[in-house]
Every structure is written in structure tokens, then in C-alpha cells.
């Protein structure tokens, strides 16, 4: 099973601050990783697919980079609705993993 | 619009049995691959299992395997989770979740889950 690394496990900035989230594979993933956004009592929300492509509808200040092992989720200006839990997901071998997830809260 | 409605959930005592469903509306539900993704209380999310579109081909994780089946029934649009011999260690939400496409037309293994559920509580204990 492929395990996935994500730092830090809390993050506290301020809105329009820079976020970098970091997550990091066992084993290559090659590119088939996803990012995933999830608000208290809410389910998730894909951010971003194949590691640096954004799903329907999400802003531009989401990017995703990476491939292999080292993965990073950037958010370049921190609006207040983005204060959430972050995880990451591979499904480059079965099992689909997922990372601890990452809580960004405000500063 | 794109819309998945789980069902089922429920108090049942460990050893027991429990059967969850998902309603999917807005999209052709035979041509995508769904899977299970459950988050225990606190906790983070885990993939409990995977189904093609066609319903031939199924996936689960070691932690449900031997306990858990999934299926679909597509002229109903509807997925579902039968889960037996339930332990605490199973109690969660458990969510639905639509995969970007089938796993072998598109993007691999179906890629990311594009479309989740509300979810549904699943509840383990005497």
C-alpha cells in the first residue's frame, strides 16, 4: 500500500497570505494524484486531479505541482472561505490512499 | 444538475448487517466508475471500495474485504455498500463518490472523485 506524507499537519496563516501544503508518496505515483478541500460537516470537494490540473470551478488561486514522490498544493492569496482540511489521494495502485490531510486555520 | 444521494445508515450492533445505497442523478451512471469513501469520527478519509461502470470489475480495501460487497444496479442509477459482520472500527460516515470517468475509457483507474455525497452515518456499537 502506497502511504501518504502530508506537511504540515496544521498550517496557520492569514487571508491573503501565500499557503504551500506538501504531500509526499511511499512510492512513485507517477502524476495520479488529487487534491481534495473539506469543511466541517461538509464532504469533500476535488480541487485539483493529475496533480497540477484544476476541477470545474475552482479559482485560479488553487495550483497543484509535482510528480513521483513530491507533491505541493499552492494557494496564492488565502481568501477566508479557504480555512478547511486539504488531503491528498493517489490512485496509482490499488489500494486508493489518502493522505492524514492537512488543517489550514487561520492566524 | 450532477447529484448523489446516499441512504441506509444507521445504529446496528457489532456482528450485524447494514445496507447503504446511493441515488445518482444528472449524468449517464452506467458510464463511470463509483466507489465508497468512509471518514470515521475525526478522523480522515478512507477508501473502502471501487465499482466499473459495467459493475464487472469490484475493488476493496484489506480492512472490508471477505465483509463488505458493492454493487449497481444501472437501470436503477443506484450504487450500493452491503456490509456484514460490522465492528466498531467500522463506524463512520460513508460517503459515495463518482470517479471522472470508467476505468478503462478515460482517465486511469477512473480517476479522481470528481462528485461526492453528503454522506450517510454508519453507527457500530451494542
Known amino acids: 500500500e502506497i502511504v501518504l506524507t502530508q506537511s504540515p499537519a496544521t498550517l496557520s496563516l492569514s487571508p491573503g497570505e501565500r499557503a504551500t501544503l506538501s504531500c509526499r508518496a511511499s512510492?512513485?505515483?507517477?502524476?495520479?494524484l488529487a487534491w481534495y478541500q473539506q469543511k466541517p460537516g461538509q464532504a469533500p470537494r476535488l480541487l485539483i486531479y493529475?496533480?497540477?490540473n484544476r476541477a470545474t470551478g475552482i479559482p485560479a488561486r488553487f495550483s497543484g505541482s509535482g510528480s513521483g514522490t513530491d507533491f505541493t498544493l499552492t494557494i496564492s492569496s488565502l481568501e477566508p472561505e479557504d480555512f478547511a482540511v486539504y488531503y491528498c489521494?493517489?490512485?496509482?495502485?490499488?489500494?486508493?490512499?489518502f493522505g492524514q490531510g492537512t488543517k489550514l486555520e487561520i492566524k | 444538475e450532477v447529484q448523489l444521494l446516499e441512504s441506509g445508515g444507521g445504529l446496528v450492533q457489532p456482528g450485524g448487517s447494514l445496507r447503504l445505497s446511493c441515488a445518482a442523478s444528472?449524468?449517464?451512471?452506467?458510464?463511470?466508475?463509483m466507489s465508497w469513501v468512509r471518514q470515521a469520527p475525526g478522523k480522515g478519509l478512507e477508501w473502502v471500495s471501487a465499482?466499473?461502470?459495467?459493475?464487472?470489475?469490484?475493488y476493496y480495501a484489506d480492512s472490508v474485504k471477505g465483509r463488505f460487497t458493492i454493487s449497481r444496479d444501472n437501470s436503477k442509477n443506484t450504487l450500493y455498500l452491503q456490509m456484514n459482520s460490522l465492528r466498531a472500527e467500522d463506524t463512520a460516515v460513508y460517503y459515495c463518490?463518482?470517479?471522472?470517468?470508467?476505468?478503462?475509457?478515460?482517465?486511469?483507474?477512473?480517476?479522481?472523485?470528481?462528485?461526492w455525497g453528503q454522506g450517510t452515518m454508519v453507527t457500530v456499537s451494542s
Open positions: 465499482i466499473s461502470g459495467s459493475g464487472g470489475s469490484t
Open positions: 463518490a463518482k470517479q471522472q470517468s470508467d476505468f478503462w475509457s478515460g482517465y486511469y483507474f477512473g480517476g479522481a472523485f470528481d462528485i
Open positions: 493529475d496533480a497540477s
Open positions: 512510492q512513485s505515483v507517477s502524476s495520479y
Open positions: 444528472g449524468f449517464t451512471f452506467s458510464s463511470y466508475a
Open positions: 489521494q493517489q490512485r496509482s495502485n490499488w489500494p486508493n490512499t
